[in-house]
């Protein structure tokens, strides 16, 4: 049989199939056949060489928050089509139906609030199977929700992000949104806010570019691709080879983009841990 390593192959690709149905499953890194359930017991992460498997947004919160604490917010939320924008003879509309169909959610983000090991939050999720978790308006409009009820209610703002980067289908109006989550950020730090930004494989494009890399403290997963244009993309237009591991957590923690690689066992106690250090002494 042909084996096959996962790869990122720009912003058109298709969504990675690492999570089969049936019990077994093989892991793009280390290729070895897994028993699907010991992945998924161990909170999507391969036991034999920690490639972290990307997870949807329900299995990131329930991974990261205390059980049963996530109150969303605007969940009704959903894109127009102000272009009236088709990509590959599929409207729009008709594929924002289609993945609102497949995933259960009206948008590639969700919001509200939760409890990380009994430390408050405002939380901000994106979902990668709603079109590629890219960000469009409602996207935009949503993060800036989570920015205002940390500010309202003097919570820091934890956001995962998981993304294909700006959304095509929404033009000029989902770059806006590049501005206006940035200037919510801004916004937040006024008011004494933290934000802390978690980035999972893949964080790419306008995301990477605005809010995504505006942490207080930026923590990625570990060999999470993170970047703005993607690879092929980078040879295509300049015709040189990057860098060995270019683009992934472990380069940018050393070239001082990231500030920490956090297993994602660790994620809530390491949220937790930076809430309680920055947070402001209680009276
Ligand atoms: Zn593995």
């Not at 009236?84 to 993945?99: E, H, L, P, V, W």
């Not at 998981?162 to 206006?180: D, F």
């Not at 703005?228 to 980078?234: E, K, L, V, Y």
Request: proline fraction near 4%.
């Amino acid at each position: 049989m042909a084996k096959s390593k996962a790869t990122w192959d720009g912003f058109s690709l298709k969504p990675r199939r690492e999570m089969p149905q049936g019990l077994w499953m093989r892991c793009p890194t280390c290729e070895h056949m897994l028993y699907k359930n010991s992945v998924v017991d161990n909170l999507n992460v391969c036991p034999d060489c920690q490639h972290h498997f990307r997870v949807d947004s329900n299995t990131r919160i329930a991974q990261l928050v205390d059980e049963g604490t996530f109150q969303e917010v605007a969940e009704e939320l959903s894109s127009s089509d102000p272009l009236k924008f088709t990509f590959r003879g599929t409207q729009y509309k008709d594929r924002i139906d289609a993945d609102a169909a497949k995933t259960g959610f009206n948008e590639a983000m969700r919001v509200g609030k939760a409890f990380v090991k009994g430390r408050g939050i405002a939380l901000a999720v994106m979902e990668p199977e709603f079109l590629m978790g890219s960000m469009g308006s409602v996207v935009g409009e949503k993060f800036c929700l989570a920015a205002e009820i940390a500010i309202a209610q003097s919570l820091p703002l934890v956001v995962v992000s998981c993304s294909g980067g700006a959304r095509m289908h929404e033009g000029v109006v989902s770059l806006g949104q590049m501005a206006k989550t940035s200037a919510a950020i801004a916004r937040l730090d006024k008011a004494g806010g933290m934000f802390i930004s978690v980035l999972a494989d893949p964080t790419t494009g306008g995301v990477t570019a605005s809010f995504a890399m505006l942490g207080d403290v930026i923590i990625a997963e570990p060999k999470a691709l993170i970047g703005f244009a993607g690879p092929r993309t980078i040879y295509q237009t300049i015709k040189i080879e990057l860098p060995e591991g270019f683009q992934r957590s472990e380069f940018l923690l050393d070239h001082g983009f990231v500030d920490t690689i956090v297993h994602r066992k660790d994620l809530r106690s390491e949220i937790a841990r930076l809430i309680d250090y920055c947070g402001k002494e209680k009276n």
